[in-house]
Nanobody, 128 residues
Framework: VQLQASGGGLVQAGGSLRLSCAAS????????MGWFRQAPGKEREFVAA????????YYADHVKGRFTASRDNAKNTLYLQMNTLKPEDTAVYYC??????????????????????WGQGTQVTVSS
């Protein structure tokens, strides 16, 4: 599966953005999906994950309550709604496809190496 993230931009602190991740191929609905981000000089970190059906979501503590992952399998698209953005949310955001089971995802949603397919990233910049 090929992934293309979009929707990044410059926003003031407290604002909102919605990222999208368009997937090619007919197997999108069979993958759990994740969002990660990487700030300059830092390692890539987990943000959110969503099961293949969209019925289960998982979030990193630093975005819980502010970010919402969702998906539309009919449109082969993953979303990340980001509200109450903070300057520390500034990063390149990546979407990724997860090929292990939903049970494993429920236990380890944030393991970067468990995601096999990655999009190219979209820049999010939050000004103070």
């Amino acid at each position: 599966v090929q992934l293309q993230a979009s929707g990044g931009g410059l926003v003031q602190a407290g604002g909102s953005l919605r990222l999208s991740c368009a997937a090619s191929g007919r197997t999108f609905s069979s993958y759990a999906m994740g969002w990660f981000r990487q700030a300059p000089g830092k390692e890539r970190e987990f943000v959110a994950a969503i099961s293949w059906s969209g019925g289960r979501t998982y979030y990193a503590d630093h975005v819980k309550g502010r970010f919402t992952a969702s998906r539309d399998n009919a449109k082969n698209t993953l979303y990340l709604q980001m509200n109450t953005l903070k300057p520390e949310d500034t990063a390149v955001y990546y979407c990724a496809a997860y090929t292990l089971s939903d049970d494993y995802l429920s236990r380890y949603p944030g393991r970067l190496n468990d995601y096999d397919y990655w999009g190219q990233g979209t820049q999010v910049t939050v000004s103070s």
